[in-house]
């Protein structure tokens, strides 16, 4: 399995780290059953198991922006909404039994990109407004 998350990812608090490393965990069975070309199924459950996680990941966040008052919560949440509503979109794509392999691609991309810029750029900002609060 190739390494998806590094170092350079942690925010140093524990229970957000832990979920990243948990959804790029995620990513990295989901490219692996691609490139193994495993059953549609399987891929559904990964794709459905990264939602969740996903999913869990904003909620805590969110809760911690909103507990300690974070001034950019607007801006953070937006952010996580539009992940949600491509995700969702995403989901609209698979529905059959068939999936082309350009579709896998950019669920991929999507996944493994989206996150660690999101990561990078919009969780960190979080990470060191929480880092002294937590
Ligand atoms: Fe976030």
Avoid: W
């Amino acid at each position: 399995m190739m390494q998806l998350f590094s170092d350079r990812l942690l925010l140093n608090i524990d229970k957000i780290d832990n979920q990243h490393k948990m959804i790029f965990e995620v990513i990295g069975k989901f490219q692996d059953a691609c490139s193994e070309g495993r059953s549609i199924e399987i891929i559904r459950e990964l794709i459905d198991a990264l939602k969740t996680h996903t999913k869990d990941n904003f909620k805590q966040e969110e809760e911690y922006m909103t507990k300690y008052n974070y001034p950019e919560y607007d801006k953070h949440k937006e952010s996580h909404n539009i992940f949600m509503r491509k995700i969702n979109l995403l989901d609209n794509t698979i529905t059959g039994n068939h999936i082309s392999l350009a579709k896998l691609v950019e669920i991929n991309e999507f996944f493994s990109e989206g996150f660690v810029t999101h990561i990078s750029e919009v969780d960190g900002k979080l990470g060191e407004f929480l880092k002294d609060k937590l």
